[in-house]
């Protein structure tokens, strides 16, 4: 049974997000974590944090997200995002807990125009990309891990894309947005309730917690600019928003052009639900407004 559950990166989005979630009611007991609590990157402090605190589960949403200054701090992407994994694995299967960790869309390099399933082969093409996909690696070297690979995440909480365009929406008559990558975009809350449906589905089945790599975004497809122009939308905002190619706003990270994923096997393995993500869109940016 799962009871006792270690979050790591919890002031993150999606950290942020299964705290809401605990705060409504969760029969478990959750132990929140970040790099002022604990340092994942540090095995003597894994060991004595998880002996004081004894774990079923650790979910892991501690990364280093900075796409483009990845590129020149490699070494710190991969301190984080590759090298404090393998802690974390070593530490749950030491532990006998049960391995939750969160991965991205960036594995791929997105140069293909068919949903992404969790068996195809990855062939990351950026500094954060490859230290992510290394990261899974570790990961996968216990049997009880579970991986969830998630694209262009957003939230009420912290910074992403859907916070930009709303500062920029209310400043600007226009802004510029990338019309030729395609994906999902994904509410965190969404993400972290079908992590909750994971867990529970875990306790109400004997072999419950199916170990293995899968994927969740929100329903359906879209560019950045589509993506924009909806936030603009619901916000009732009265900025334009103007379609760009990438070759017109250069970045120094790689990003994949296409990096849709195929949600199926999360659907069908644990029975979610996942909503469309403009109904999700619509329901963070009513929460970012109404706080």
């Not at 195929?262 to 869109?281: Q, V």
């Amino acid at each position: 049974m799962i009871n006792n559950i270690l979050v790591t990166g919890s002031y993150g989005q999606l950290g942020s997000e299964l705290k809401e979630l605990a705060d409504q009611g969760l029969p478990y007991h959750f132990i929140w974590t970040d790099i002022d609590t604990l340092d994942i990157t540090d095995k003597k402090a894994l060991n004595d944090f998880v002996k004081k605190n004894p774990i079923d589960l650790l979910i892991n949403c501690a990364a280093y997200n900075a796409v483009d200054k990845a590129e020149e701090e490699k070494e710190k992407a991969e301190l984080i995002n590759t090298k404090a994994v393998g802690l974390l694995t070593e530490t749950c299967k030491e532990n006998s807990a049960k391995f939750i960790h969160i991965s991205t869309d960036y594995v791929f390099n997105g140069k293909t125009f068919q949903p992404y399933k969790e068996t195809d082969t990855p062939n990351a093409n950026s500094a954060y990309g490859i230290s992510k996909l290394k990261g899974e690696n570790e990961a996968l070297k216990y049997d009880n891990t579970l991986i969830i690979r998630t694209a262009w995440l957003y939230s009420s909480h912290g910074k992403n894309f859907v916070k930009t365009m709303l500062r920029l929406g209310a400043e600007r008559e226009s802004v510029n947005v990338i019309f030729d990558q395609i994906g999902s975009p994904t509410y965190a809350y969404d993400l972290a309730k079908a992590i909750i449906n994971i867990i529970n589905h875990a306790n109400k089945n004997k072999k419950g917690f199916k170990p293995g790599i899968y994927n969740y975004t929100n329903e359906g497809v879209c560019s950045w600019y589509d993506f924009a122009v909806s936030i603009m939308k619901f916000a009732e905002l009265q900025c334009k928003v103007l379609p760009i190619e990438t070759k017109d706003y250069i970045l120094p990270a790689s990003r994949p052009f296409y990096s849709v994923l195929n949600k199926s096997k999360i659907r069908g393995t644990f029975k979610i639900e996942i909503p469309y993500w403009e109904e999700s869109l619509d329901k963070c940016i009513k929460k970012i407004i109404k706080s």
